[in-house]
């Protein structure tokens, strides 16, 4: 199993920036894929970005694109997700998973990422 603890949340007005961050710790030789997610109140648990940790290669969601981008520090085990614009829909509890399987990266579906991280709440202002 993997261990994943997200930093790096807080209250930011509207088109402002935030980065948040994961440390892996644990099993961390088993991981495919990393990736973020997020919920916002009353909502589902949505995919935001994923990146393979073996190759480097990520994809964004539609409904970010642009705006936020996903990186890697592989011996730090720590991954990353730097979010500028930031709008109040983006308001949620950002979660980083983890995934022993490298499917995850093309199904991007929560049932798919094995390891999460409690989450780190993000609150933007209009």
């Known amino acids: 199993q993997v261990q994943l603890v997200e930093s790096g949340g807080g209250l930011v007005q509207a088109g402002g920036s935030l980065r948040l961050s994961c440390v892996a710790s644990?099993?961390?030789?088993?991981?495919?894929?990393m990736g973020w997610f997020r919920q916002a109140p009353g909502k589902e648990r949505e995919f935001v970005v994923v990146?393979?940790?073996?190759?480097?290669?990520?994809a964004t969601a539609d409904s970010v694109k642009g705006r936020f981008a996903i990186s890697r520090d592989k011996p730090k085990n720590m991954v990353y997700l730097q979010m500028n614009s930031l709008k109040p829909e983006d308001t949620a509890d950002y979660y980083c998973?983890?995934?022993?399987?490298?499917?995850?990266?093309?199904?991007?579906?929560?049932?798919?990422?094995?390891?999460w991280g409690k989450g780190t709440q993000v609150i933007v202002s209009s």
């Open positions: 990146l393979n940790w073996r190759t480097g290669v990520g």
């Open positions: 998973a983890a995934a022993s399987s490298p499917t995850a990266w093309f199904t991007r579906k929560t049932a798919d990422f094995n390891s």
């Open positions: 644990g099993r961390t030789f088993s991981t495919y894929v």
